[in-house]
């Protein structure tokens, strides 16, 4: 069974736009990125088509969990389409971690009045 949304404050999505137009101008895809939220009974997944990448995140999820499971799916993108699907390994951490530094920057960079 599928675990109800959770809502986010409007100060956690204004955050959550940022951060996806930032990953989007500093850690670019190979190809265009449809980032969605919605009832999942996994964390997050990825996949991709002939001309996208597509990222769901569990609305279920608390505003710090959706943002690092944006960052572990966006690191699964980066990585290219043909090890999406592979397990975690030292190529997926690696791109995990520049990622993840990336999001670090992101949060330092927020404007003062979102920050927490």
Same mark, same amino acid.
């Given at each position: 069974?599928?675990?109800?949304?959770?809502?986010?404050?409007?100060?956690?999505?204004?955050?959550?736009? =940022?951060?996806?137009?930032?990953?989007?101008?500093?850690?670019?895809?190979? $190809?265009?990125? =449809?980032? %969605?939220?919605?009832? *999942?009974?996994?964390?997050?997944?990825? @996949? %991709?088509?002939?001309?996208? #990448?597509? =990222?769901? !995140? /569990? @609305?279920?999820?608390?505003?710090?969990?959706? =943002?690092?499971?944006? $960052?572990?799916?966006?690191?699964?993108?980066?990585? /290219?389409?043909?090890?999406?699907? *592979?397990?975690? @390994? $030292?190529? #997926?951490?690696?791109? #995990? /971690? $520049? !990622?993840?530094?990336?999001? !670090?920057?992101?949060?330092?960079?927020?404007?003062?009045?979102?920050?927490?």
């Amino acid at each position: 069974m599928k675990a109800r949304p959770k809502r986010l404050t409007h100060k956690q999505r204004r955050k959550w736009h =940022i951060y996806l137009y930032w990953l989007r101008e500093r850690m670019p895809l190979s $190809a265009p990125v =449809i980032v %969605r939220t919605c009832l *999942l009974s996994d964390s997050g997944d990825s @996949n %991709r088509d002939s001309a996208r #990448f597509y =990222i769901r !995140v /569990g @609305n279920h999820l608390d505003y710090r969990a959706r =943002i690092e499971t944006l $960052a572990h799916e966006w690191a699964h993108c980066r990585i /290219g389409w043909d090890t999406v699907m *592979l397990d975690h @390994n $030292a190529a #997926f951490w690696a791109e #995990f /971690g $520049a !990622v993840d530094a990336a999001m !670090v920057t992101i949060s330092a960079e927020m404007p003062e009045e979102l920050e927490d």
